[in-house]
């Protein structure tokens, strides 16, 4: 493996190129943003052992030549650290506290309610070895079965359109978190969204909402590279097309 050679461990589903992990797509959008391609490889809830390597058991995992750097954010910091001659990802040393906030709102207020939305689309895509761990873990963590969340799929979606009304208030004035331009701090949130946009049919957010707009912009960066990529919606058009 050459030194700068780039590979990631990303969780995938039952078809192994439908990637859907909010933190793995926090790094790919940092990749995509530094003009970098890493060669991605699939990894499933209950294959520890693959990465046992790291001392720990959660992707994204990105191996860097000989080095193994695991957490999307202490990815998103090596790659502007090795890479600097690439387009940064934090606009400079004084932005990276604001964007730890930003990126600790969407993992511990945004990911759950996400979550909530769409927890058993996610059950759904996975792979049946993966089905039981899923299960288990989730149900252990909400206090309630799969199927109890997904009942209250109303009162979810409306709650998590609440919760990302300061995103709403701060794209009444610009276009993206970061400015006239994307930067981590949008990945970190725009991650959260890929997610639901990857395994669920779910109207996740309404066409005027100003949020819908953002997102649509981020599909569309990197020559549409988020919006090109498997989803649950595109697996089943192109099966009924017979592609």
Avoid at 117 to 126: A, F, Q
């Amino acid at each position: 493996m050459s030194a700068n050679s780039l590979m990631l461990y990303e969780l995938a589903g039952a078809d192994p190129a439908l990637r859907f992990s909010p933190q793995c797509w926090k790094v790919r959008m940092a990749l995509a943003h530094k003009n970098l391609t890493a060669d991605g490889i699939p990894w499933r809830f209950v294959e520890k052992d693959v990465i046992a390597f790291t001392g720990q058991g959660a992707v994204p995992v990105l191996l860097h030549g000989e080095e193994a750097i695991w957490d999307s954010w202490q990815i998103a910091l090596h790659l502007d650290e090795r890479f600097p001659n690439t387009p940064p990802l934090f606009d400079g040393a004084s932005a990276i506290p604001v964007t730890r906030f930003v990126n600790g709102w969407a993992d511990s207020v945004l990911l759950p309610a996400v979550a909530r939305v769409i927890i058993l689309d996610i059950y759904d895509c996975l792979d049946d070895r993966d089905r039981e761990y899923f299960r288990v873990t989730r149900e252990r963590k909400f206090g309630q079965t799969l199927e109890q969340i997904a009942a209250d799929r109303p009162a979810n979606l409306l709650m998590l359109r609440k919760i990302l009304t300061p995103l709403r208030q701060m794209l009444k004035g610009q276009n993206f978190i970061g400015g006239s331009r994307p930067r981590y701090a949008d990945y970190c949130v725009f991650g959260m969204l890929m997610w639901a946009h990857c395994v669920s049919a779910t109207v996740v957010l309404e066409d005027e909402d100003l949020i819908f707009a953002w997102r649509e912009r981020l599909l569309d960066a990197f020559d549409g590279f988020a919006r090109s990529a498997p989803s649950i919606a595109t697996r089943r058009e192109e099966h009924v097309n017979g592609r």
